[in-house]
């Protein structure tokens, strides 16, 4: 007698989904335990009237009773952070179950409220892993993010208030590299940076930002006989056109940007549906003049991005260096 090839995979499917469910109802409770008892450290220590003097105490005295039968999970730090958790999130309804305790650690190291509420809702929104939310939140995107939008926009497009109609709204300048393994100080070539990129896709979109999908790699057009080959075409839902990006291991000249608005041209008159938004270009360089931009394109430009690209992750001093530029740039413009 012949089985059904199929029913094996069922059954194994059936036996993936309850290990990950029962996994997740476990990891949800005891979330939910760290709350419950944040929530009762909170409480006692309001109480006393020496409040710091008797929180420090009451957390040792509560460490030094469970520590030795419960482990590391009642040290002195872990209640700490148990009681934090629940000063940051009051009600437990709130709670979402498809955060990991992972998750929730990492929000609680972010401590400004708006850039918190920036990582919950593109977490709950793109089901970010644990380690993809720590990348997004090492990388600074909130940071880069506000370099060309304001705060309310940028939490507006997260929790999907808004749609957004602007390139600008989500893609990042700079865009962070680091998963591609390329060392700073190694000469590469263009090739060599566009297959890392490929290799590691998944990566590259999720830094590419909401809406991505993949279309072409080395995107073959002809023009009156003459071959062009553009490094890469992606498309996104949410803007409804496509994405041609064009890599640069330099910094970026006027001909790198009349290269761009070329294959942006092509895919406007040859490959856009009527239905469709313009196209947008995206230029990756290692550096670039925003002057040189800013004159190379018309005055009304919002299709043509030019966009660095680091191979490290920032520190938060070179953000806020990078945010003091930006606003002294717009000042300028302001009183020219």
């Known amino acids: 007698m012949k089985i059904k090839k199929d029913i094996f995979q069922q059954i194994l499917t059936i036996v993936n989904t309850a290990r990950t469910n029962a996994v997740r109802k476990v990891d949800n409770e005891r979330m939910l335990m760290y709350w419950q008892i944040g929530k009762l450290i909170f409480e006692e220590e309001q109480q006393g009237e020496e409040r710091a003097t008797y929180g420090t105490f009451l957390i040792k005295s509560i460490s030094d009773e469970f520590q030795p039968q419960f482990g590391s999970g009642f040290s002195v730090r872990q209640l700490e952070r148990y009681r934090q958790f629940y000063r940051m ?13 992972t998750h929730y650690k990492l929000l609680l ?7 918190r509420d920036f990582y919950i809702a593109e977490t709950e929104k793109n089901n970010w892993s644990a380690r993809q939310l720590e990348r997004q939140i ?5 940071e880069r993010l506000l370099m060309s939008n304001d705060v309310q926009s940028v939490l507006a497009v997260a929790r999907q208030e808004k749609v957004p109609t602007n390139a600008k709204e989500i893609i990042k300048d700079p865009m962070i590299l680091e998963f591609l393994g390329l060392r700073r100080e190694t000469a590469y070539y263009e090739r060599d940076l566009e297959t890392a990129i490929i290799t590691h896709l998944q990566e590259f979109i999720l830094e590419l930002g909401n809406g991505f999908s993949f279309v072409a790699r080395q995107k073959r057009i002809h023009i009156d006989g003459d071959e062009f080959f553009v490094d890469l075409v992606f498309y996104n839902r949410l803007l409804q056109c496509f994405v041609v990006i064009e890599i640069k291991t330099t910094k970026l000249t006027h001909e790198n940007l009349g290269q761009l608005q070329m294959y942006v041209n092509y895919y406007d008159r040859y490959e856009k549906q009527d239905f469709e938004n313009p196209t947008i270009g995206i230029l990756l360089c290692t550096d670039k003049n925003d002057a040189v931009v800013k004159i190379s394109l018309p005055s009304d430009n919002s299709t043509i991005i030019a966009s660095k690209y680091q191979l490290y992750l920032p520190t938060e001093q070179q953000l806020i260096d990078e945010v003091k530029k930006e606003i002294e740039k717009l000042d300028n413009q302001n009183n020219a």
């Open 138 to 142: 090492n990388s600074q995107l909130f």
């Open 109 to 115: 190291s972010v401590d400004n409220a708006d850039k």
């Open 89 to 101: 999130f009051p009600i437990a309804s709130t709670l979402r179950s498809q955060f990991s305790w």
